[in-house]
């Protein structure tokens, strides 16, 4: 069984360009999640997604940031005009429902900003 | 609105030795408990959770925590530590009954010696 898959693992941007970072749940799961751990902290919650609904964005810089999840293929976190600030590990968590359910975590993708 | 406090963000511990992990929360809704471990550049897994039913809880690689609901706290402990469990250790909540955004506490880094 595949576990959560993330690509690219590092990503170098330069400042203004454009990230993108890919997500494949585990198979089945409906639930995916992502997380931003910035140097030396803990992790925290960004957005909260299902096939093709965004529930929770709450965690979610309003500008730049976006996230979807499409009726096919893998969720993708995007960043506009990257800026220095946004270098930090990403990581996605997929569950097959809410409430009780184990959260299962990517290896997660490592975004430098030059 | 819930948080986790990780009152210690290194615990130097030498091989065979016993260790703590201290983890308090803030909420006032039931929640779900969960403590993870992150190696270098990987991802979480999760080490043991807490949902319900007995209070001292049993997870993989001979770590245990007990939840204790007066105190807000939930402790990971083992009794004889080996240099393979050098890593960094989360200890995260989630409301009980709704969908599982999980708030992570900053981080125990665990450095074991021989």
């Known amino acids: 069984n595949a576990g959560v898959m993330q690509n690219p693992r590092h990503l170098v941007r330069r400042r203004g360009q454009e990230a993108r970072l890919r997500c494949s749940p585990v198979?089945?799961?409906?639930?995916v999640y992502w997380y931003r751990q910035l140097p030396e902290e803990g992790l925290k919650f960004m957005v909260y997604?299902?096939?093709?609904?965004?529930?929770?964005e709450s965690g979610m810089p309003k500008e730049r940031f976006s996230a979807e999840f499409p009726k096919e293929g893998p969720s993708i976190l995007r960043i506009q005009q990257v800026v220095r600030g946004d270098s930090a590990a990403y990581f996605c968590?997929?569950?097959?429902?809410?409430?009780?359910?184990?959260?299962?975590f990517g290896p997660g993708t490592r975004l430098l900003v030059l | 609105a819930q948080s986790v406090t990780q009152l210690d963000s290194q615990v130097p511990v030498f091989e065979e030795a016993p260790v703590e992990l201290r983890c308090n929360y803030s909420s006032s809704v039931s929640v779900y408990l969960f403590w993870y471990v992150q190696y270098p550049n990987q991802g979480l897994q999760l080490l043991l959770k807490y949902l319900s039913g007995s209070t001292l809880v049993k997870g993989i690689n001979g770590f245990e925590a007990e939840f204790n609901k007066s105190q807000t706290s939930f402790h990971l402990r083992k009794p004889s530590v080996h240099i393979s469990d050098t890593a960094e250790y989360f200890c995260?909540?989630?409301?009980?009954?709704?969908?599982?955004?999980?708030?992570f506490g900053a981080g125990t880094r665990l450095a074991v010696h021989p």
């Open positions: 198979k089945g799961h409906s639930h």
């Open positions: 995260a909540v989630t409301l009980s009954g709704g969908y599982n955004k999980l708030i």
């Open positions: 968590a997929s569950s097959p429902a809410q409430g009780k359910e184990t959260q299962y």
């Open positions: 997604l299902q096939k093709e609904n965004i529930i929770d």
